[in-house]
């Protein structure tokens, strides 16, 4: 066998290794900066804030199709 036919596999296993280990650590960042940003988002009161209006314009919309149910409301609380 040719010994320049050696040292390329060596040298390409290598590289294999390089690059696997490199890859792993680059995807560990971005598993660790994807993790931060949905923890912040989590604490972000935005989100809340969109479900809040999100239920209130789904309310009105519900009023504005159903005029009869408004008017139960209006008796039952008056």
């Known amino acids: 066998m040719n010994n320049q036919y050696i040292r390329r596999e060596v040298f390409c ?3 294999c ?18 993790e931060l940003e949905e923890d912040r988002q989590g ?13 209130r314009l789904e309310e009105r919309l519900r ?4 005029p009869e149910e408004k008017e139960k409301q209006a008796n039952t609380v008056g």
Request: one cysteine or more; charged letters at 45%.
């Open 43 to 55: 604490k972000s009161a935005l989100r809340k804030l969109r479900e809040e209006w999100k239920r």
């Open 13 to 15: 296993c290598e590289t």
């Open 63 to 66: 009023m504005l199709d159903n």
């Open 17 to 34: 290794r390089e690059l696997k280990s490199f890859w792993e650590k680059e995807i560990s960042k971005q598993t660790c900066y994807r």
